[in-house]
């Protein structure tokens, strides 16, 4: 079966930490760009961060480029996020999603996982 | 970075009509690396449209994208009552990969 299921969400203290974890099945995981995407409570989307092919490219958004890391294990195919120094903003449904096609450009996300809930409250 | 707006914020209209929705770039898009997602409450996003124009797998003919630069328009040919729902634009052609803020579709 072609999904993406995301775990490791739940509830943090801002300044906290947590590591999400997307985990893939039913398609080369090796071949594909993998993104991480978010959105608040009655918000719109926000790309965050991809990962390439082999590790060779990273990129972030600016609003959490040196707090979010980006991985992938292609041998356990699965894609993670790390989250450091959480803030209250950062409280949002987060999605992994797959490219449409293999490789670059690996921007148009045809796959989703059905996402994770990180709540950010003292 | 690549803001994109659209417009209108909500398109209210009947089963049957036709929708046109707007997307804006405030620089062009590259390669015209642009795609459109349907999102209806509590689930994830849906591929409508990649590269400005091409549909995506599944998707119903009803739904067709064109545009290049920095104007991208989404047209939903006779509304169905499943397609009441937000719609976003996204560029993927320049880094940070950007969407828009959604139009919503509703009867």
């Known amino acids: 079966q072609v999904q993406l299921v995301e775990s490791g969400g739940g509830l943090v203290r801002p300044g906290g930490s947590l590591r999400l974890s997307c985990a893939a099945s039913?398609?080369?995981?090796?071949?594909?760009?993998m993104s991480w995407i978010r959105q608040a409570p009655g918000k719109g989307l926000e790309w965050l961060s991809y990962?390439?092919?082999?590790?060779?490219?990273?990129n972030y958004a600016d609003s959490v480029k040196g707090r979010f890391t980006i991985s992938r294990d292609d041998a356990k195919k699965s894609v993670y996020l790390q989250i450091n120094s959480l803030r209250v903003e950062d409280t949002a449904v987060y999605y992994c999603?797959?490219?449409?096609?293999?490789?670059?450009?690996?921007?148009?996300?045809?796959?989703w996982g059905q996402g994770t809930v990180v709540t950010v409250s003292s | 970075e690549i803001v994109l707006t659209q417009s209108p914020a909500t398109l209210s209209l009947s089963p049957g009509e036709r929708a046109t929705l707007f997307c804006g770039a405030s620089q062009s898009v590259s390669s015209n690396f642009l795609a459109w997602y349907q999102q209806k409450p509590g689930l994830a996003p849906r591929l409508l449209i990649y590269?400005?124009?091409s549909r995506a797998t599944g998707i119903p003919y009803r739904f067709s994208g064109s545009g290049s630069g920095t104007d991208f328009t989404l047209t939903i040919g006779r509304l169905e009552p499943e397609d009441f729902a937000v719609y976003y634009c996204q560029q993927y052609g320049t880094s940070p990969w950007t969407f828009g803020q959604g139009t919503k579709v509703e009867i």
């Open positions: 999603a797959r490219g449409v096609t293999s490789g670059w450009p690996g921007g148009a996300f045809a796959m």
């Open positions: 990962i390439s092919e082999r590790s060779t490219y990273t």
């Open positions: 590269s400005a124009s």
């Open positions: 039913g398609f080369t995981f090796s071949d594909y760009y």
